[in-house]
Every structure is written in structure tokens, then in C-alpha cells.
């Protein structure tokens, strides 16, 4: 089974400064990863995904990842924080099941925090 | 936005008791799924449909059944709610056509006493 394991629960950064949350992945072929936000008391929004076209994925709102195969890793990157970016952050990876339906496995999220 | 609605969206029940909650799409997809959302979890599949009665169970299962009767209804039941099923659920369904992508519901807080 496929398995992500997000390395930070919470991190705070300044606003106007880069953020960067860690995700690394498990997997016996080669993935589709996925990172979603969570804003609070809302549903989850897809920010961006990785499907094998392209290793650097550029997503919404300024955000980017880059899938990294020798380094398992699918790391969220922001070159400077906004407010409006305070929230829950899941990477997630698919899995296949049977009759070519898939599931998401999530990681346990990391709460970013933005401070003046 | 998906087009996916879910009923009720908060929802205070005792022990015992026998829950349903909704979930609808307006764009006919034929893959839907129901995940809880738990601290510490991140989200974890109960069930899934591949199409109108077509269901199968996913990692959490235990004291959840489903039914799709039609295309556009995704139906979550406890039979007999415990506080451990205390949790934000969540619909989902999988795009087309990039097949791997899933769309989240707004979700429904369930509380149970």
C-alpha cells in the first residue's frame, strides 16, 4: 500500500516569507501525488498534482511542487506567504482499486500559520 | 466547485440511534466516495461506489453501509451511531477526465452523544 508521511504538523512562517512544506511518499510505482488545502471549517480545494507529465507542478495561488523520485519526496513550496495562505495542508497520494476506481490516501496534514 | 452538495450539514444524534447522510452531484460522474476526517488522521476512506449499485468498502468500514440507488445520490448510514463515530464526513467525486482527481463536498459535522 501506498503511504505519505507529511514531516511537519505545524509550521509558522511571516508573511512575505518563502514557505516550504515537507512531504514524502511511499510507493511501489510510480505515483500521482497531490496537495489539497483545507481552509478552516471548510471543505478541501486541490492546489496542485503530479500525474507524470512534468517533475516541477505549478498550482493555485502562487503555489508549487516539485516530485523528487531519488528523494521520495513531494515538497510544497510558496515564495512569500500571504494571510489568506493560513490553513490545513494534506499531500495525498492515489491508489489504484479494483475495478479502475481509485482511492486517496492522506498524510496527516501540516497547519500553516501566517504572523505579521 | 463540483457541483456536490451534502445534507444535513451539522447534525447532533444520541448513541443508538440510526443516522443517513446525503450526498448529491449535479454532473452525472460515476465514481463517488465517502471519507472521514479525524484529527491526527488526516481523511480515511468508509466506502466507495464505481457506479449505480456498485459499492465496495475502503480502510474505515466498520459500522457504515452505503447505497446508490442513482447516479446522482451517494448515501452514508450508521446503523447504530457511537461516539466514536463522532467526525467531519466528506463526499467526493472523481473528475473526468483526469480520472485520478477527486472533488470534496462541503462536509457534515456529526455529533453523537
Known amino acids: 500500500a501506498q503511504s505519505v508521511t507529511q514531516l511537519d504538523s505545524h509550521v509558522s512562517v511571516s508573511e512575505g516569507t518563502p514557505v516550504l512544506l515537507r512531504c514524502n511518499y511511499s510507493?511501489?510505482?510510480?505515483?500521482?501525488l497531490f496537495w489539497y488545502v483545507q481552509h478552516p471549517n471548510k471543505g478541501l480545494q486541490l492546489l496542485l498534482k503530479?500525474?507524470?507529465?512534468?517533475?516541477l507542478v505549478k498550482g493555485i495561488n502562487g503555489f508549487e511542487a516539485e516530485f523528487k523520485k531519488s528523494e521520495t519526496s513531494f515538497h510544497l513550496t510558496k515564495p512569500s506567504a500571504h494571510m489568506s495562505d493560513a490553513a490545513e495542508y494534506f499531500c495525498?497520494?492515489?491508489?489504484?482499486?479494483?475495478?479502475?476506481?481509485?482511492?486517496?490516501?492522506f498524510g496527516t496534514g501540516t497547519r500553516l500559520q501566517v504572523t505579521l | 466547485d463540483a457541483g456536490i452538495t451534502q445534507s444535513p450539514r451539522h447534525k447532533v444524534t444520541e448513541t443508538g440511534t440510526p443516522v443517513t447522510l446525503r450526498c448529491h452531484q449535479t454532473?452525472?460522474?460515476?465514481?463517488m466516495y465517502w471519507y472521514r476526517q479525524d484529527p491526527g488522521h488526516g481523511l480515511r476512506l468508509i466506502h466507495y461506489?464505481?457506479?449505480?449499485?456498485?459499492?465496495d468498502k475502503g480502510e474505515v468500514s466498520d459500522g457504515y453501509s452505503v447505497s446508490r440507488s442513482k447516479t446522482e445520490d451517494f448515501l452514508l448510514t450508521l446503523e447504530s451511531a457511537t461516539s466514536s463515530q463522532t467526525s467531519v464526513y466528506f463526499c467526493?467525486?472523481?473528475?473526468?477526465?483526469?480520472?485520478?482527481?477527486?472533488?470534496f463536498g462541503p462536509g457534515t459535522r456529526l455529533l453523537v452523544l
Open positions: 467526493a467525486i472523481r473528475g473526468t477526465p483526469e480520472l485520478e482527481t477527486q472533488y
Open positions: 510507493s511501489s510505482y510510480s505515483p500521482s
Open positions: 503530479y500525474t507524470s507529465a512534468a517533475t
Open positions: 495525498v497520494v492515489s491508489d489504484l482499486l479494483a475495478g479502475t476506481a481509485s482511492k486517496l490516501t
Open positions: 454532473e452525472n460522474h460515476r465514481y
Open positions: 461506489s464505481y457506479g449505480v449499485k456498485d459499492t
